[in-house]
């Protein structure tokens, strides 16, 4: 099982704060993904990478930004956080076939 | 466009059946498909990865079957149990290397 891991859990912020949330794992694995969830709804993803000095754009990028810069770390950053960002951030890593899930970080933006 | 659709929301079945869940794809040409559960409050974990050269695959309880020409993929659970109730998502790799997943079937097993 892979070792990937978020933090904050849970965070409150208010609006038009800057915000990273940080994922990092310790398999070594050269893609990583960052998806959104609402609760009771689809994944839908955010950004990804290939790996180093590698990030691609998913559906809902548009408002944040991501960065690789060590294998084992790829943070998130929301430049201005809003209400419509309140929701469950999920930080996925993989090497070959599977994609393996941190706990997630619950944001609220009050 | 490329779609995953998971046929049902949800699915209520009775202890000791078997749930059968169903995934379809469009505009994919997938080398392997794979079947994910999800809790509440909590990332999916990987359950199961089918490959195209596969027409099933079983692990304890479960079976996967993965039929390309149809582009569908059946997902079932055999003697159900109530700690199976959870979301089953299936993914796909998309044509940029980006994992996509459907929307997940809900399942209920009442005892």
């Known amino acids: 099982e892979a070792d990937i891991y978020q933090t904050p859990r849970y965070l409150v912020i208010g609006t038009g704060k800057k915000i990273t949330l940080e994922c990092s794992q310790t398999m070594g694995h050269d893609k990583m993904y960052w998806y959104q969830q609402d609760p009771g709804m689809e994944l839908h993803l955010i950004h990804y990478?290939?790996?180093?000095?590698?990030?691609e754009k998913g559906d809902l990028s548009s408002e944040s930004t991501v960065s690789r810069i060590r294998t084992e770390h790829f943070p998130l950053t929301l430049e201005s956080a809003r209400p419509s960002h309140t929701s469950q951030y999920l930080c996925?890593?993989?090497?070959?076939?599977?994609?393996?899930f941190g706990q997630g970080t619950r944001l609220t933006v009050v | 466009s490329q779609k995953i659709e998971q046929n049902s929301e949800a699915l209520n079945i009775q202890e000791g059946k078997t749930a059968t869940l169903t995934c379809n794809y469009t505009n994919y040409s997938p080398a392997y498909l794979q079947w994910y559960r999800q809790d509440p409050g909590r990332g999916p974990v990987f359950l199961l990865l089918i490959r195209e050269n596969e027409k099933e695959k079983r692990k304890e309880r479960l079976k996967v079957t993965f039929d390309t020409t149809l582009k569908q993929s059946l997902f079932h659970i055999t003697a159900s149990q109530p700690a199976d109730s959870a979301t089953y998502l299936c993914a796909l790799w998309g044509n940029n290397n980006d994992m996509r997943f459907g929307a997940g079937t809900r399942l209920t097993v009442k005892p």
């Open positions: 996925a890593s993989g090497q070959g076939s599977a994609v393996f």
């Open positions: 990478s290939y790996g180093v000095n590698s990030t």
